[in-house]
């Protein structure tokens, strides 16, 4: 690799800053673009894909199109990048998180210009007057200093990938299927044959490959899908959870996932997918920095990465203690509970804890049943613990509230959401 995590930490750390007179411009008009965000961002879209379609055929996720997820995480990034700006406040969780969304996804440097052109129409169409030139000069270095920053990280990843920017698409083979519940399927992917790699690329532990399947109407649409097993012998463990349309009072709520339902649909061994090269920041590197312990904590299919994790410390660092903290529904919905019970077999000092909302009382295991939901206070949390945090929405923010609530410092605590806005959290 030729690029070490200390140089990518430093082209996120120290963006240009705003010229004064366009940091009191940002300050004074914040308030006026944060009211009208809902109004601006489905016109954004509506235009910017009405020119480019095949960037919501191939490259933005449909499913959160249609509830708006996708628009309001682009929206609050821009936002609150301009806070952290106007502010003096370090933007590099937030830019980390995007710019490894964005090389899994193959952006490129061209590709913000387009978001650029679009958006500023829109910002337009919708405040009219009130968007002055000096205004729109002064969001408009917003954008170009966030867009900045993120080209040049992502080129930085690239090059650490050591492939061209955008190059990050290869194919991978099926080569083992376990349907591990109704609903989650573990894939097992090995180097196509005859393709250029006679192995998948190795990784760090925490991170994700997108793959991309080509849908019935010829889209090419791409998910992210955490890798479960332990670096370094060419193959890659995903826990694919299908995703089925949910209805609220008589309404379209959630759309089944596109991907993850093709994938159960048809992904067999022998099945060729398209997968990019893993990125993710969700990672062991601070970890592996020091001897310190280590807590997993996770919510349902936010195991899969910390699987990942355990079994890379297994293989690495037997002796480090680690806590592997996880709340399911119900043990039946608890997925790769038998392989986190022998990685953790493997660790010397591992504590093992696990929480059901119902069926506790049956429960074998992993390690210590609880019933309920996660409660730190029925564990002994070190104070200098690194904490990876991976699960749905309202769980993450309660476990890392109770976290810090626990003494660990806020730059020790790393979290990961499935979902567009997971860097809000």
Known sequence: MTTSLASLESILAHPRQLSEEHAAVVRETLPVIGAHIDEITPV???????????????????GNQKLGAQQRALAASIATFATLLVDGRSPVDMLSRIGHKHASLGITPEQYQVVHDNLFAAIVEVLGEAITPEVAAAWDEVYWIMAAVLIDFEKALYAQAEVEPGDVFRTATVIAREDVTDSVTVLTLGAAEGSEMTALPTFRPGQYTSVGVVLPDGARQLRQYSLSNAPGDGTWRIGVRRVDATTTAGETGCPAGEVS?????????????????????????????????VALISAGIGITPMLGMIAHLAATDPARTVLVLHADRAPA?????????????????????????????????????????????????????????????????????????????????????????????
């Open 44 to 62: 954004f879209y509506r235009t910017m894909f009405g020119k480019h379609p095949e960037l919501l055929r191939d490259t933005f996720n449909r």
């Open 261 to 293: 339902s093709w994938l159960h649909s048809h992904a067999r061994v022998g099945t060729d997918l398209q997968v990019t090269l893993p990125f993710g920041d969700l990672v062991l590197d601070a970890a592996d920095a020091d001897a310190a312990p």
């Open 333 to 425: 919905d608890h997925v790769l509970a038998t392989e986190v019970s022998g990685e953790t077999a493997l660790l010397s000092d591992a504590q093992v804890h696990t929480w059901y909302e119902t069926g506790a009382d049956t429960a074998q295991g992993p390690g210590t049943v609880h019933s309920g939901y996660l409660d730190l206070g029925a564990v002994d949390l070190p104070a200098d613990a690194h904490v990876y945090l991976c699960g749905p929405t309202a769980f993450l923010r309660a476990a890392r509230e109770a976290v810090l609530a626990a003494g660990i410092d806020a730059d020790r605590v790393h979290a990961e959401l499935f979902a567009p806005n997971d860097w809000l959290v």
